[in-house]
C-alpha cells in the first residue's frame, strides 16, 4: 500500500494568496465575502433628491418663521433666514402658551404611546397564542372597529365625558385612546411568527405563571414591534388635533390646539404661526435624534425575524 503517495496526490491545491492567509475567503466571482456593498452614482444622487425633498418642508417652516407676514405674502417668496426667528419664536411662546401645551402634549402622547404598546401587546399575545372560545370572531370584531371613521364617535363620546366632568381635562383625550384595534391587529401579527408556541408551553409546564411568561417571554420578544408600534403612537398622538380641539380649550391646550389659537384674527401672522409649528415640531426631532438608532435598529430586528 503506498499510502502517503496517494495521500501527497489528492491534496487540494489552493492559491497562492489563499495559501497565505488561511483567512482570506473569496466568493464565486472573487470578492470577499462580507465586504461593504457601495451604491454607484445614480444611487446617491436619488438619496440626495429624497433627503432635500423631506427637509424642505422644515427648513422652510424655518425660513418663514424668521420673515415677517409682509414678506410672505410677497412674490416670490423669501428662499433664505431673515432676522425675526427669535422675535417670532417668543411671540408664539407667549401668545399660544406653549410651554404648557408642550408639557400636556408629553404627557398625552407618552401616556397613550405606552398604553397602546402594554394593552396592545397583551391583546396581541392572546389572539396570537392563547385558546379561547370565540378567538376568531372577536378579532374580526377587532379589525371591524377600524373600518368606523372616527367622526361618528364623537357625539356620544363628547357625551360620556361632559356626564363624567372630564371637559377641558387630559383624561378626555387620553382614555379613549390607550388602546387602537391596529395595535392590538400588528401585535398579532407579530407575535404569531416571533413567538414559538413551543416557548410558551414549555414556560407552562416548568410552572411559570402567566405574569411570569408574559414578563420574560412574551416582551423581550415583542420588543422590536413595541418599539416600532410606540414610535408609530407617540407620534399620531402628538400631532393629533381633531379629538383634542373638541375635548379641550385654550386654557389647558395640546400643541395643536394651541397652534389653533395662532392661526386667529382677520389677517392671522403667518410667521409667528410658522414660529408654533416649529417649536411644536422640535421635540420630536430631538426625540428621533436621541432615540433614532434604537428605533431604527427595533424595525430592522423585527424584519429579520419575521
Known amino acids: ?51 432635500v425633498g423631506s427637509l424642505f418642508p422644515l427648513v422652510w417652516t424655518a425660513i418663514a418663521a424668521s420673515r415677517n407676514n409682509t414678506r ?49 401587546t397583551l391583546a396581541g399575545f392572546a389572539f396570537a397564542k392563547l385558546r379561547f372560545r370565540f378567538k376568531n370572531l372577536l378579532m374580526l370584531l377587532v379589525i371591524g372597529t377600524m373600518m368606523v371613521p372616527p367622526q361618528l364617535s364623537v357625539v356620544p363620546l363628547f357625551m360620556t365625558i361632559a356626564e363624567l366632568e372630564w371637559t377641558d381635562q387630559l383624561q ?28 410558551v408551553e414549555a414556560a407552562r409546564v416548568d410552572g ?21 408600534l410606540g414610535m408609530l403612537t407617540f407620534v399620531a398622538a402628538w400631532n393629533d388635533f381633531f379629538w383634542p380641539i373638541i375635548a379641550l380649550t385654550q386654557d389647558n391646550p395640546t400643541v395643536q390646539v394651541a397652534l ?14 410658522m414660529a408654533g409649528a416649529l417649536l411644536g415640531t422640535l421635540p420630536l426631532l430631538i426625540a428621533f435624534v436621541l432615540f433614532g438608532k434604537h ?12
Do not use: C
Not at 175 to 181: D, F, K, M
Open 72 to 120: 410672505l405674502s410677497q412674490t416670490p417668496p423669501p428662499f433664505w433666514f431673515g432676522g425675526n426667528l427669535f422675535k417670532n419664536l417668543q411671540t408664539a411662546w407667549t401668545d399660544a402658551n406653549m410651554g404648557l401645551a408642550l408639557l400636556n402634549t408629553a404627557v398625552v402622547a407618552g401616556t397613550i404611546a405606552l398604553g397602546t404598546v402594554l394593552f396592545s
Open 208 to 228: 411559570a405563571s402567566s405574569l411570569r411568561v408574559i414578563w420574560h417571554i412574551v416582551f423581550p420578544a415583542a420588543r422590536p414591534a413595541m418599539a416600532v
Open 1 to 51: 500500500m503506498n499510502m502517503p503517495s496517494l495521500t501527497r496526490d489528492s491534496k487540494v491545491r489552493q492559491d497562492p494568496k489563499t495559501a497565505e492567509d488561511p483567512k482570506s475567503t473569496k466568493g464565486p466571482k472573487g470578492s470577499k465575502a462580507g465586504r461593504t456593498m457601495h451604491g454607484g452614482p445614480i444611487t446617491y444622487a436619488v438619496l440626495i433628491v429624497f433627503t
Open 172 to 199: 378626555a383625550v387620553i382614555l379613549p385612546t390607550l388602546v387602537s384595534a391596529f395595535g392590538v391587529f400588528f401585535m398579532r401579527q407579530y407575535l404569531v411568527q416571533a413567538l414559538p408556541s413551543e416557548l
Open 260 to 273: 389653533a389659537n395662532l392661526g386667529q384674527g382677520f389677517v392671522p401672522d403667518q410667521s409667528v404661526v
Open 295 to 306: 428605533i431604527v435598529g427595533g424595525i430592522m430586528q423585527g424584519a429579520v425575524k419575521g
